[in-house]
């Protein structure tokens, strides 16, 4: 147990519907960062929140949001789904130094 | 925008022998880590190199940071086959964002 939380485990949806993913960081962590895995993208970074503030953006589509709340936990906000967007989406924090401790992923599957 | 890129993206050894990956930034990087993800896991983190031509050890893993910080390497020696996964090396640069590499999947055959 790496100390990250992230539920669900596991989501089957449809296209067009709308999830939320949720990521509670290890104690103490101020920074949460959140990736998605797809077999031919590798780790592609998302976006960063520290302390509730939004600290960096990758690649993230318009279509998804996310937040960091008052108690540190965060909630990725994918909307109007698509096939492509089936992947394993990590969640993972840091102390500082940037050094990441993930979660164990939440995989989404778009039918 | 910043890319970092790995080679080779699969490799396939015998137990025993060594291995090395390869890892390639676009951009000079303030500091590189090293991070292992076993079948059906997530990343774990390996270590951390920050000075220029930084080399260090953890038993049988050897990590290198380039001159120019804008490569690093791992070897392995004497793989075994608790060392089956992907290693990703990940680049920090002057934004907060932390790239991660294409991969190496490691298979050890025993």
């Known amino acids: 147990d790496s100390g990250v939380t992230q539920t669900p485990k596991h989501l089957i949806t449809a296209t067009g519907q709308r999830v939320t993913l949720r990521c509670s960081p290890r104690?103490?962590?101020?920074?949460v960062y959140w990736y998605q895995q797809s077999l031919d993208q590798g780790l592609q970074f998302l976006i960063q929140?520290?302390?509730?503030?939004?600290?960096a953006k990758g690649n993230i589509l318009e279509r998804f949001s996310a937040q960091q709340f008052p108690d540190l936990h965060s909630e990725l906000n994918l909307s109007s789904l698509e096939l492509g967007d089936s992947a394993l989406y990590f969640c993972a924090s840091s102390r500082g130094a940037n050094v990441l401790t993930f979660g164990a992923g939440s995989r989404l599957t778009v039918l | 925008g910043q890319q970092v890129m790995q080679i080779p993206q699969y490799q396939h050894v015998q137990e025993g022998e060594d291995f090395t990956t390869y890892c390639n930034s676009s951009t000079t990087l303030s500091n590189i880590q090293w991070y292992k993800q076993r079948p059906g896991g997530h990343p774990v983190f390996l270590i951390q190199l920050v000075k220029s031509g930084e080399v260090k050890k953890q038993k049988r893993l050897t990590f290198q940071f380039g001159e120019a910080k804008k490569n690093s390497s791992l070897h392995i020696t004497a793989t075994q086959t608790t060392d089956v996964g992907t290693y990703f090396c990940a680049g920090g640069g002057a934004t907060n964002k932390l790239i991660f590499g294409t991969g190496t999947l490691l298979a050890v055959q025993p």
């Open positions: 104690s103490g962590d101020l920074s």
């Open positions: 929140y520290y302390n509730g503030e939004e600290r």
